[in-house]
């Protein structure tokens, strides 16, 4: 996981010194430790702890680029314990206080044994500012898997340190078209943010659970 973290800031870096010249670029990391990885309602590290970071490279014209990873734990036979994702896109406003984003994110598993697991999506997503508010939604493709996902969230801001969001999504083709839920708050406290926030969907056999995770900013 280093080798792959050194090898996304390095990259990072050449680009951010060729795009100078023309625009204004920014690097910023992240890193967070969370009882449990949760994507789209489900458990990415069967409810247990799970270690993430991420750097990303913003453009004051609009375009970014970055990558993620996660220890994860499937209980399957492909023996990965690593997520990687890598991603880029563009982003603007428009009209008051409305946004859109759209991209491509790539999902990498490098130490499964099953190479299938790996797979891509693009997107297009939609953001309105209502002062304190924010409300956005979103459309996730995967060519691969013919899998077509939306998701919407609502996030009010009580004040500069703490705010509270809801969301839900839905995989509108695929993965039995199931719906997830997640509710919780993030409070921000000498620059860790602490989030605490419950996960539900209704698929068969789903478990509800409540999931802490304290991250930073780099």
Do not use: C
């Not at 996730?140 to 998701?151: G, K, Q």
């Not at 509270?164 to 620059?191: M, P």
């Amino acid at each position: 996981m280093r080798n792959l973290f050194s090898a996304s800031v390095i990259a990072l870096a050449a680009i951010a010194t060729t795009a100078t010249a023309t625009a204004e670029v920014e690097l910023s990391g992240n890193v967070a430790l969370t009882t449990d990885y949760h994507w789209r309602g489900v458990s990415q590290s069967n409810q247990d702890l799970a270690l993430q970071g991420g750097f990303d490279l913003a453009t004051d014209a609009g375009f970014y680029a970055g990558t993620w990873a996660s220890t994860i734990d499937f209980l399957d036979d492909t023996d990965s314990n690593l997520e990687v994702d890598f991603y880029a896109g563009y982003g603007g406003e428009f009209g008051e206080g409305f946004g859109f984003d759209v991209g491509a994110i790539y999902y990498a598993y490098p130490d499964s044994d099953d190479g299938d697991l790996d797979f891509y999506e693009v997107y297009a997503g939609l953001s309105k500012s209502m002062g304190v508010a924010d409300i956005s939604g979103m459309l996730s493709y995967d060519p691969d898997n013919e899998t077509l996902y939306a998701n919407a969230d609502l996030g009010v801001a009580f004040s500069d340190s703490f705010g509270a969001s809801v969301g839900v999504g839905s995989y509108l083709d695929g993965f039995d078209e199931y719906t997830n839920y997640n509710i919780g708050g993030t409070y921000s406290v000498s620059g860790f943010d602490l989030d605490l926030r419950w996960y539900d969907n209704d698929a068969d056999g789903a478990e509800d659970n409540i999931v802490f995770t304290i991250g930073r900013s780099l």
